[in-house]
């Protein structure tokens, strides 16, 4: 029997434990017997925690929310059991158990007010102690720009947003996004499942169209060059076709991807003796299997996969068993292989190129199914995977299980090429293929029209396809750390792109055609033979520039040009002189010239009170100028 619940004082003798709400309720109640009128609402330990108008059982009027010192924590309004009109929250400083802060929103943030409309988010303001409007980062929001309607708020990426958000906190109907400075960048409609979606260019023409259900490409989609013309045609679904069309039009490339083939992923027939051993060999009872019995090549192919191949998480056991049994039971010549492979002594294989080496010289025994023997290798998992990439039927396969989410994951497996069946992935926002042995990339990376962000770095990459210039929503590129003796043209093709790195290549001249990226806003250049910069680099706005490691006494003169830079990295050993116009950039915050050569500076540079990090130690500076540093830039940190 349950005991009754204490009653703490404070809390009417009228009111009822209410277990489903795990407080204290008192209210009136209609004939029914719904709640009707106002209901109080107490926390177990007696502290009031709400007041809220009901009408027929359904909160409809007035409701208020407090901490437990009696603070208010909440006011809004209902209509028939929704949230419709004005929702404020409010923080303390005193205990409390409310959590009226959503999570994601600054410390900073002390208030908030969420409009609803028959519970749709529709709008939301916050604003800090002192009452001053703030973001959701807890910092001064700017100035509205004269294009953005009065009821567009400003979201955790800095981009004005309206719209509509249902009760489970998801879009519903339409929705506009502005950029920081006032541009309308999307436009989407939320409705039944499915989103559509059009991307615009700074001018407000059409860049991209495209529809999402279930947050898969379906139907038709286009995309547009910033001169109007057509860039992309494409129709999503089970049968997709992507199409790169030229600026008048005619069709420079199409591709039509079918369904991906179906890969079979039943095991090869055994004999009933080998079954019964490989079921032995999970109890690790190889010691039971008869050394004389003669296994099929389908069968050695099988205990080969499953002694050797996988990844840490393999059942140890059972692999270790099988690589006794296949040691004892293979005819001479496999023995000799397995030998010379070294696969006596080894527990599992490391490296793709050593799987992929095994199984080649094993393949070609005739006691061996090859087949077999890479399907092991393929499904047991681990560098064993890639293995897939070369057949039609499973990569697709396996490339979707390195894909979480919007991102494909191929970085650091040691790869010589990537599998055309890339362009099949027109939804995957982000590959990551660095730290492989990539000398170019298959053309079908053209067809991923969704891709908007592409590392490369750490390869021996020495070019690019063209279809690269048909992506749409690239904004990313890293080639970073490659064999690249010039840029490749297509680079300049891609006129959304933001982030280009090119440092630590063979590079030896930088083109005038880099000033053809209107949103260039972060570029590396490291320690390429660069003998100096075009003038077309003041053409860009450019917010981040890394120019470290380069041969120059003096940079060139156009970084005095570059009006936008906030952070510039020009650290060099063979760096002697900053010119005074570097100093003068207006919106220059982060400077780095530290481990170089300068032995004096400009005048300028100790006026430079916009500075937040000055990176200058490891020079030949006489001591008297850190300290002058020190005192004319009190707010920089100086390192």
């Known amino acids: 029997m349950t005991a009754e619940r204490v009653r703490p004082s404070g809390v009417p003798a009228e009111a009822w434990w209410s277990p489903s709400d795990n407080e204290w309720v008192l209210g009136a109640k209609d004939a029914e017997g719904r709640l009707h009128g106002e209901v109080t609402y107490w926390r177990p330990d007696g502290s009031l925690v709400c007041k809220c108008d009901h009408v027929a059982g359904k909160p409809h009027g007035v409701s208020r929310r407090f901490h437990e010192s009696g603070e208010v924590s909440q006011h809004c309004y209902f209509e028939d059991g929704k949230l419709h009109g004005v929702r404020s929250w409010f923080m303390t400083d005193a205990a409390t158990t409310e959590r009226p802060r959503a999570t994601g929103l600054n410390e900073r943030v002390w208030r908030g007010e969420l409009d609803y409309v028959r519970g749709a988010i529709v709008g939301f303001r916050y604003y800090d102690r002192a009452g001053n409007p703030v973001g959701t980062n807890g910092e001064p929001l700017p100035a509205r720009p004269p294009n ?128 019964l051993a490989l079921l032995h060999l999970e109890d690790d009872e190889a010691e039971a299997i008869d050394p004389a019995m003669t296994w099929s090549p389908a069968g050695l192919g099988r205990v080969i996969g499953l002694g050797w191949g996988g990844d840490d998480d393999r059942d140890a056991a059972a692999a270790r068993a099988a690589r006794g049994v296949a040691l004892k039971v293979a005819p001479a010549s496999l023995a000799e292989r397995l030998v010379a492979l070294k696969l006596d002594r080894a527990p599992r294989l490391q490296t793709p190129q050593r799987v992929a080496a095994v199984v080649r010289e094993l393949a070609a025994d005739p006691a061996v199914d090859g087949d077999v023997l890479r399907n092991e290798f393929i499904f047991a998992g681990g560098p064993g995977g890639l293995l897939a990439l ?20 191929l970085a650091d497996l040691g790869l010589t090429e990537l599998p055309p069946c890339l362009g099949r992935f027109h939804d995957v926002a982000r590959l990551y293929a660095e730290g492989n042995r990539l000398t170019t990339v ?47 043209s297509t680079v300049f093709e891609l006129q959304e792109l933001c982030d280009l ?63 936008h830079l906030e952070t510039l990295w020009i650290a060099s050993r063979a760096l002697k002189r900053l010119p005074a116009a570097i100093c003068k950039l207006p919106r220059l915050r982060e400077l780095i010239l530290w481990y170089s050569s300068v032995t004096e500076l400009p005048e300028e540079l100790y006026e430079m009170k916009q500075l937040t990090e000055l990176r200058i130690k490891h020079n030949p500076l006489p001591d008297s100028v850190y300290a002058r540093l020190a005192e004319a830039l009190p707010s920089t940190r100086i390192s």
Not at 175 to 192: K, M
Request: proline letters at 9%.
């Open 148 to 275: 953005v309607p009065s009821d567009a708020n400003r979201n955790n990426a800095g981009r004005w947003v309206q719209g509509r958000w249902g009760e489970d906190g998801k879009p519903a109907g339409p929705r506009r996004f502005w950029s920081a400075d006032g541009a309308l960048e999307t436009e989407e409609h939320h409705e039944g499942g499915e989103v559509r979606v059009t991307h615009f260019h700074p001018d407000g023409a059409r860049r991209v169209w495209y529809a999402l259900r279930d947050e898969e490409l379906v139907g038709e989609a286009a995309a547009w060059r910033r001169d109007g013309t057509p860039r992309v045609r494409a129709t999503f679904g089970e049968r997709t076709t992507i199409e790169h069309l030229a600026a008048d039009g005619a069709v420079v490339r199409a591709a039509t991807y079918d369904p991906a083939p179906e890969a079979s992923t039943a095991p090869a027939d055994l004999s009933e003796d080998e079954a």
């Open 390 to 409: 070369s057949d039609p039927k499973l990569a697709p396969t396996y490339l979707r299980s390195r894909c979480p989410n919007d991102t494909l994951q």
């Open 442 to 488: 298959p053309s079908e990376v053209g067809d991923m029209f969704q891709l908007a962000w592409l590392n490369l770095a750490r390869n021996r990459i020495q070019s690019l396809p063209a279809t690269l210039a048909w992506l749409p929503s690239l904004r990313t590129l890293y080639l970073s750390d490659n064999a690249l003796t010039s840029i490749p």
């Open 501 to 563: 790195a090119l440092g630590d290549n063979q590079l030896t001249e930088l083109p005038e055609a880099i000033g053809d990226l209107p949103c260039l806003r972060q570029l590396w250049l490291t320690g390429s033979p660069l003998p100096s910069l075009p003038a077309s680099l003041s053409k860009l706005p450019l917010r981040f520039l890394h120019l470290g490691g380069h041969a120059w006494e003096e940079p060139p003169e156009v970084l005095g040009d570059c009006v």
